[in-house]
């Protein structure tokens, strides 16, 4: 059985998405470096005004984020925090910060306990 | 006087001495070198010939910079002192300091100076709280520095010391050995420089240097509107406050070099939704750079997934933003933290101010993601009843924030009789709030993001939102609005100040502000200083209880707009009139509250003690109330003028308010006679 890749399924996701509004104003590339013990597997996202795209390889990067490949699988399942780990040192970031503020959109959140309003189907019942 | 704090601060980094320029900390001691809220620097003390020193006069130069004139010895007996010693500290970075000694005898002299240095790398929560240390501590004396270092996992913090004489540097401090001539003099530069173990790679710690603070202080000056006052007081409490909100700008690196208001010096120098927000409406008319720095950075960390810990949701605007140990092994939710519900409507609120003032339309495109984004999340995730209003109930139950208002102490909203409230609790302000960024979000959709269906959506749920509001939350027989909704829908009865803000929003209707007025304006809620938090005879009402009976600067400031909104301006003057006094005891610097205390009973306002000083939204406080007595209201592109000041401020000029219209002068002469 093919062992699942957290990282790949990812960036497959992020690159079937095509266009993601909320990135609308981003425009930049961002490096992945993922560290696995002597390997580092290198991911390119490449944002241009909200159209993503991803490829594999050493492009130049405005921004570039080292971290090794646990910490990354667990970020991309919501199971770690990104700001948290950077703060911490497990994260490396380097270049351009204010990108990776609005990059962080893409990345999932931890499963919530439970969601009221709208937002989780609540018929409006205003008297 | 070695016993007085010195502050001095740039950006998040500042320090805290005694009057000597020594740090002496001990856990839960408030004195040291703190960046990015981790202490960098416990102990640092000065001593010639193994003599500490004392204090002659410190000159507090800059926000950013310190004078300190010290003798040797510390007796308080008077020394003829053959030498002298001065010790010139700026901060950015972590900090700099010149140290001279003068010799004044006929003599040479020999000296050991020594700085005794160590850190206890505390974060400021563990200050607060006086928590254990997890991490392993390094000191390494080098050649030409002294490298004091902290780890825990890959958390890495350190202190490198270094001199511009030759030293000898050993794991507790540095020692120079030196001969002075005759009427000569000696000093050296000593270099502190935090670091915090490779964020800075991310230029995510930018210093300045001092003569760009200087540069940019008189710039900030210089652009602000001058102000003339018969009223003398005034012109000193205005500056007074511009100078205080130059050194609360903050310039995190998401910001794009743009500044925005932090919430408070030292210990709140931090991004803060609601203070953020709240300081850049104030001073909207002095400084409205402020308000696109703080629209720019509080929107790019606009939540962006349901996070129970961070009390996140998509489009929540941040409560408070921290970089300390804590945080980073999330011990504690703020990286960042968003458990705070008015920030986000605030935010519209905010946007539409700003374009109303300065005509800046790029800055709104820019920013539609994220204010449809936050108009969303008032009905998608702020109803958490579904009965149409917004309401709050963290997630975090650990270490998340019970009251999500600005009232955020665990006894702010209660019943007359003094019982507690169930959550979910509504609120009644926020209400306010989300209904004018609603009527604020349709007039953006309409201008600017030429959506008209958007537009309409929201003025009619405004509109129903309106009338349910004034049924559902008006107390009959009291004639003003209940301070909340419990969760089974019961009117939380009490009567507070939170009234005022409705007036701010827009949310009365017209039949019932009158009432509204004279309860604000009433014995019960105003104290002559201002208007009290909550109303006297309330179960919980104490005259210095932090949300139940003090007097809140910021607060009153709003009211008084509020007043003005409705039409009430001899009110509007009566409590601008009062808070100004009150500015006038506390030598130009409004604290964050003081106590509800009857005026006539106190003669002066007595102080609350809080720990920052200043208090962003404190120092915003004058600036709002300006406006709100000279009537300054922007109507396309004009600025109308409608002045009712008290007549004890005689003539009144604001020369060159900037906005849409370029620049305009605002005059006025006092007319309204202040009762008492």
């Given at each position: 059985?093919?062992r699942?890749?957290?990282?790949?399924?990812?960036?497959?996701?992020?690159?079937?998405?095509?266009?993601?509004?909320?990135l609308?104003?981003?425009?930049?590339?961002?490096?992945?470096?993922?560290?696995?013990?002597?390997?580092?597997?290198?991911?390119?996202?490449?944002?241009?005004?909200?159209?993503?795209?991803?490829?594999?390889?050493?492009?130049?990067?405005?921004v570039?984020?080292?971290?090794?490949?646990?910490?990354f699988?667990?970020i991309?399942?919501?199971?770690?925090?990104?700001?948290?780990?950077?703060?911490r040192?497990a994260?490396?970031?380097?270049g351009?910060?204010?990108?990776?503020?609005?990059?962080?959109?893409?990345?999932?959140?931890?499963?919530?306990?439970r969601?009221?309003?709208?937002?989780?189907?609540?018929?409006?019942?205003?008297? | 006087?070695?016993?007085?704090?010195?502050?001095?601060?740039?950006?998040?980094?500042?320090?805290?001495s005694?009057?000597?320029?020594?740090?002496?900390?001990?856990?839960?001691?408030a004195?040291?070198?703190?960046?990015?809220?981790?202490?960098?620097?416990?102990?640092?003390i000065?001593?010639?010939?193994?003599?500490?020193l004392?204090?002659?006069?410190?000159?507090?130069?800059?926000?950013?910079?310190?004078?300190?004139?010290?003798?040797?010895?510390?007796?308080?007996?008077?020394i003829?002192?053959?030498?002298?010693?001065?010790?010139?500290?700026?901060?950015?970075?972590?900090?700099?300091?010149e140290?001279?000694?003068?010799?004044?005898?006929?003599?040479?002299?020999?000296?050991?100076?020594?700085?005794?240095?160590?850190?206890d790398?505390?974060?400021?929560?563990?200050?607060?709280?006086?928590?254990?240390?997890?991490?392993?501590?390094?000191?390494?004396?080098?050649?030409?520095?002294?490298?004091?270092?902290?780890?825990?996992?890959?958390?890495?913090?350190?202190?490198?010391?270094?001199?511009?004489?030759?030293?000898?540097?050993?794991?507790?401090?540095?020692?120079?050995?030196?001969?002075?001539?005759?009427?000569?003099?000696?000093?050296?530069?000593?270099?502190?420089?935090?670091?915090?173990?490779?964020?800075e790679s991310?230029g995510?710690?930018?210093?300045?240097?001092?003569?760009?603070?200087?540069?940019?202080?008189k710039r900030?000056?210089?652009?602000?509107?001058?102000?003339?006052?018969?009223w003398?007081?005034?012109?000193?409490?205005?500056r007074?406050?511009?100078?205080?909100?130059?050194?609360?700008r903050?310039?995190?690196?998401?910001?794009?070099?743009?500044?925005?208001?932090?919430?408070g010096l030292?210990?709140?120098?931090?991004?803060?939704?609601?203070?953020?927000?709240?300081?850049?409406?104030?001073?909207?008319?002095?400084?409205?750079?402020?308000?696109?720095?703080?629209?720019?950075?509080?929107?790019?960390w606009?939540?962006?997934?349901?996070?129970?810990?961070?009390?996140?949701?998509p489009g929540?605007i941040?409560?408070?933003?921290?970089?300390?140990?804590?945080?980073?092994?999330?011990e504690?939710?703020h990286?960042?933290?968003y458990?705070c519900?008015?920030?986000?409507?605030?935010?519209?609120?905010?946007?539409?101010?700003?374009?109303?003032?300065?005509?800046?339309?790029?800055?709104?495109?820019?920013l539609?993601y994220e204010?449809?984004?936050?108009?969303?999340?008032?009905?998608?995730?702020?109803?958490?009843?579904?009965?149409?209003?917004?309401?709050?109930?963290?997630?975090?139950?650990?270490?998340?924030?019970?009251?999500?208002?600005?009232?955020?102490?665990w006894?702010?909203?209660?019943f007359?009789?003094?019982?507690?409230?169930?959550?979910?609790?509504?609120?009644?302000?926020?209400?306010?709030?989300?209904?004018?960024?609603?009527?604020?979000?349709a007039?953006?959709a309409r201008?600017?993001?030429?959506?008209?269906?958007?537009?309409?959506?929201?003025?009619?749920?405004a509109?129903?939102?309106k009338?349910?509001?004034?049924?559902?939350?008006?107390?009959?027989?009291?004639?003003?609005?209940?301070?909340?909704?419990?969760?089974?829908?019961?009117?939380?009865?009490?009567?507070?100040?939170?009234?005022g803000?409705?007036?701010?929003?827009?949310?009365?209707?017209?039949?019932?502000?009158?009432?509204?007025?004279?309860?604000?304006?009433?014995?019960?809620?105003?104290?002559?200083?201002?208007?009290?938090?909550?109303?006297?005879?309330?179960?919980?009402?104490?005259?210095i209880?932090?949300?139940?009976?003090?007097?809140?600067?910021?607060?009153?400031?709003?009211?008084?707009?509020?007043l003005?909104?409705?039409?009430?301006?001899?009110?509007?003057?009566?409590?601008?009139?009062?808070?100004?006094?009150?500015?006038?005891?506390?030598?130009?610097?409004?604290?964050?509250?003081?106590?509800?205390y009857?005026?006539?009973?106190?003669?002066?306002?007595v102080q609350?003690?809080?720990?920052?000083?200043?208090?962003a939204?404190?120092?915003?406080?004058p600036l709002?109330?300006?406006?709100?007595?000279?009537?300054l209201e922007?109507?396309?592109?004009?600025?109308i003028?409608?002045?009712?000041l008290?007549?004890t401020?005689?003539?009144l000029?604001?020369?060159?308010?900037?906005?849409?219209?370029?620049?305009?002068?605002?005059f006025?002469?006092?007319?309204?006679?202040?009762?008492?």
């Amino acid at each position: 059985m093919a062992r699942t890749d957290p990282i790949a399924d990812f960036m497959d996701g992020v690159a079937s998405r095509g266009h993601e509004p909320s990135l609308a104003k981003a425009t930049g590339t961002v490096r992945f470096e993922v560290v696995d013990g002597r390997r580092t597997e290198r991911w390119v996202l490449t944002v241009t005004r909200g159209e993503l795209a991803v490829s594999r390889g050493n492009a130049h990067a405005d921004v570039t984020l080292r971290a090794p490949r646990a910490l990354f699988e667990q970020i991309f399942r919501g199971k770690a925090n990104a700001t948290a780990a950077f703060l911490r040192g497990a994260l490396q970031i380097e270049g351009d910060v204010q990108l990776i503020v609005l990059v962080q959109r893409l990345l999932p959140g931890p499963r919530a306990s439970r969601r009221k309003g709208r937002a989780a189907g609540w018929a409006a019942s205003r008297r | 006087m070695n016993d007085r704090e010195v502050k001095i601060l740039d950006g998040n980094t500042f320090v805290v001495s005694d009057s000597r320029g020594d740090i002496e900390a001990s856990p839960t001691d408030a004195a040291g070198l703190f960046s990015f809220d981790t202490r960098f620097l416990s102990r640092w003390i000065l001593s010639l010939n193994g003599e500490r020193l004392g204090a002659l006069s410190v000159d507090d130069l800059q926000y950013f910079e310190t004078r300190f004139f010290l003798v040797p010895g510390t007796g308080t007996v008077y020394i003829d002192a053959k030498l002298s010693v001065i010790r010139r500290r700026t901060v950015g970075g972590g900090f700099h300091e010149e140290l001279t000694i003068l010799n004044h005898d006929d003599e040479r002299i020999e000296l050991t100076v020594r700085l005794d240095a160590a850190s206890d790398f505390a974060d400021l929560f563990e200050v607060k709280d006086a928590l254990k240390k997890k991490g392993t501590y390094s000191n390494r004396p080098e050649r030409r520095r002294l490298v004091l270092g902290y780890e825990r996992e890959t958390f890495r913090r350190e202190t490198v010391i270094s001199a511009s004489e030759r030293a000898t540097f050993d794991e507790n401090g540095l020692t120079f050995t030196i001969r002075i001539q005759p009427h000569g003099s000696w000093s050296t530069e000593l270099h502190v420089v935090a670091g915090m173990g490779g964020l800075e790679s991310a230029g995510a710690t930018g210093t300045r240097r001092r003569l760009t603070m200087e540069q940019s202080l008189k710039r900030w000056l210089d652009a602000a509107p001058r102000l003339r006052c018969d009223w003398e007081p005034l012109e000193s409490i205005y500056r007074r406050s511009l100078v205080d909100l130059a050194a609360l700008r903050f310039t995190p690196e998401v910001a794009g070099g743009k500044s925005l208001p932090a919430a408070g010096l030292p210990w709140f120098m931090t991004m803060f939704g609601r203070d953020s927000i709240l300081t850049s409406l104030q001073a909207l008319p002095f400084a409205p750079e402020l308000a696109a720095g703080t629209l720019s950075a509080l929107g790019e960390w606009q939540g962006s997934s349901l996070d129970d810990f961070r009390d996140e949701d998509p489009g929540r605007i941040l409560h408070e933003m921290r970089y300390g140990e804590m945080t980073a092994f999330e011990e504690r939710p703020h990286s960042p933290y968003y458990g705070c519900v008015d920030a986000t409507l605030l935010y519209v609120v905010l946007l539409d101010e700003y374009e109303r003032w300065t005509g800046d339309r790029k800055l709104v495109r820019e920013l539609e993601y994220e204010a449809r984004a936050a108009l969303a999340w008032i009905d998608d995730y702020a109803d958490l009843q579904g009965n149409g209003y917004v309401s709050y109930k963290r997630r975090n139950e650990k270490t998340g924030l019970e009251n999500q208002c600005w009232k955020d102490s665990w006894d702010s909203i209660s019943f007359r009789d003094g019982t507690l409230p169930g959550f979910p609790r509504a609120t009644c302000e926020l209400q306010g709030y989300a209904y004018d960024a609603k009527v604020r979000g349709a007039r953006l959709a309409r201008l600017v993001w030429k959506d008209a269906v958007l537009a309409e959506r929201l003025e009619q749920e405004a509109a129903d939102l309106k009338r349910r509001f004034n049924r559902d939350f008006w107390i009959e027989d009291g004639g003003y609005f209940a301070l909340a909704l419990d969760p089974e829908g019961r009117q939380v009865d009490t009567l507070a100040s939170n009234n005022g803000h409705l007036l701010w929003s827009g949310i009365v209707d017209k039949s019932k502000a009158k009432t509204v007025a004279g309860h604000l304006l009433g014995p019960r809620l105003f104290s002559g200083w201002g208007v009290r938090t909550l109303a006297e005879g309330e179960g919980r009402y104490n005259p210095i209880g932090y949300h139940v009976g003090t007097v809140w600067p910021f607060d009153n400031s709003f009211i008084a707009w509020g007043l003005r909104r409705y039409g009430f301006k001899e009110e509007a003057a009566r409590v601008a009139a009062g808070i100004l006094d009150a500015a006038e005891f506390f030598e130009g610097r409004l604290p964050e509250a003081f106590g509800g205390y009857e005026r006539s009973l106190t003669k002066y306002p007595v102080q609350y003690p809080t720990a920052c000083s200043p208090q962003a939204w404190s120092t915003g406080a004058p600036l709002l109330l300006l406006r709100t007595m000279l009537g300054l209201e922007p109507h396309d592109d004009d600025l109308i003028i409608d002045a009712a000041l008290p007549s004890t401020m005689g003539r009144l000029e604001l020369l060159d308010i900037p906005g849409r219209w370029g620049r305009i002068d605002a005059f006025g002469r006092g007319r309204i006679e202040i009762p008492g």
